[in-house]
């Protein structure tokens, strides 16, 4: 029995009653360690020494965690790496450092959890990049179309040291926010239940003049719309609801998206197109990370590495082995229980999309945005100069063999 099998038979009043007496933060934390079956029982012991081990000594710092929709039983979907992340940073810096951690939307959704921290509601968020990118423009940064050839040169990126100067500095000095790690897909569109008597889209043309949900990237509607993709802006939280009452065709997100927010009921194909970035990432307000000690910098850097390299073995995992993102698909995954077919296109399709819409071919698409974002970054050519780093690695590599670095050490 998996862990999430585990969390699904606690009910949420349980899981609330004990937080209610330890604390949503501890409970959670308490939940994500356990590797048998799991009752009310032993979740509230788990949750007591979680409790007596956190509070042992009092906190320089307590950080709030804005966490989206996410919690301890979806970030078992989707690897996303905030709780083994606010867990390694207590544990890192015993206990100086206390992350209140709090998802399921209840601070902060995907599109206003880096407003929250910039605002300083929230210390620390985790949300996707491209939905972030409304607060954070700079973070279209990673969405030129087919930039990335695979998962594995999205993290050879992160852990590279020019990301430093390519995407987190900039960000900093820009937005006031401090990239830590990111959990790496690339997005494809997720065809609802209009597509389900319908054959695996083998050829892009079938996707031609079909309605999707876009997030709230603007590179990524740049891409979309030279696809013949009609992007719609849809909130997250809505695109179920449009999904399942056939107002979208479609949506433009990833594999493990799909499986985390329970949408895998109303979509019946994940096509594969790999056009641009899929990023839930975990930041922090700059000023809070100025405001703590040398020490406690490192710490929060060196938590930030061992989640990055957690989630790049976690997630892909998790994409076979849970989601079903594989062919063929593993039985008892999440797309197999919900008859969720993977349409992974051949090369040739992926080369004709990329004709289509990329800067490399179809470079005055991009060129205003191009413009502002080099401008933003000091004046660094930042497509071709992730284009480059993301061809170090062979177009073919396992994402888990990527090396890990540490990024800010060059």
Avoid at 214 to 221: A, E, I, P
Avoid at 268 to 289: I, N, P, R, W, Y
Wanted: charged letters at 25%; hydrophobic letters at 40%; one cysteine or more.
């Amino acid at each position: 029995m998996g862990l999430s099998d585990n969390l699904n038979r606690i009910s949420r009043r349980d899981l609330f009653k004990v937080a209610g007496t330890y604390g949503l933060s501890s409970t959670l934390l308490a939940a994500g360690t356990f590797g048998g079956a799991m009752s009310l029982g032993n979740l509230a012991r788990a949750a007591e020494s979680t409790y007596e081990r956190r509070f042992a000594k009092e906190a320089k710092h307590t950080l709030k965690f804005g966490a989206a929709g996410f919690n301890a039983r979806n970030l078992l979907i989707e690897r996303a790496g905030a709780l083994e992340f606010a867990r390694d940073l207590e544990a890192r810096t015993d206990g100086e450092i206390r992350v209140e951690f709090i998802g399921d939307n209840q601070i902060c959704g995907q599109l206003s959890c880096v407003e929250k921290t910039q605002q300083g509601i929230t210390d620390i968020y985790a949300a996707s990049t491209q939905n972030s990118a409304g607060g954070a423009p700079y973070l279209n940064v990673l969405d030129y179309a087919y930039m990335f050839p695979g998962r594995a040169s999205q993290y050879h990126f992160l852990y590279h040291p020019k990301s430093q100067e390519i995407l987190r500095d900039p960000l900093e000095k820009r937005h006031g926010l401090k990239f830590l790690f990111s959990h790496c897909e690339l997005r494809g569109i997720q065809l609802g239940l209009g597509w389900q008597d319908r054959p695996t889209v083998t050829k892009l043309e079938e996707l031609f003049g079909t309605k999707n949900r876009v997030t709230g990237t603007q590179l990524g509607r740049i891409a979309m719309q030279a696809l013949n993709l009609n992007p719609v802006p849809v909130a997250w939280e809505e695109t179920l609801d449009g999904l399942k009452q056939g107002l979208i065709d479609g949506a433009e997100t990833w594999a493990s998206a799909v499986a985390y927010a329970n949408m895998s009921p109303v979509v019946s194909q994940c096509v594969d197109l790999k056009f641009f970035c899929g990023t839930e990432h975990t930041s922090m307000s700059a000023s809070v990370f100025d405001s703590l000690g040398g020490a406690l910098q490192d710490a929060v850097m060196e938590s930030a590495y061992w989640a990055q390299a957690h989630v790049q073995a976690a997630n892909e995992a998790a994409l076979v082995k849970t989601v079903g993102f594989s062919e063929p698909q593993l039985p008892g995954t999440i797309f197999v229980e919900n008859d969720v077919r993977c349409a992974f296109l051949e090369e040739a399709e992926i080369r004709k999309a990329e004709e289509m819409c990329s800067p490399e071919f179809q470079p005055q698409l991009w060129e205003q945005w191009r413009e502002r974002l080099n401008g933003w970054a000091g004046g660094i050519d930042t497509y071709q100069e992730i284009y480059d780093i993301a061809r170090e690695v062979d177009k073919d590599m396992l994402p888990e063999n990527v090396e890990p670095r540490r990024w800010w050490k060059g």
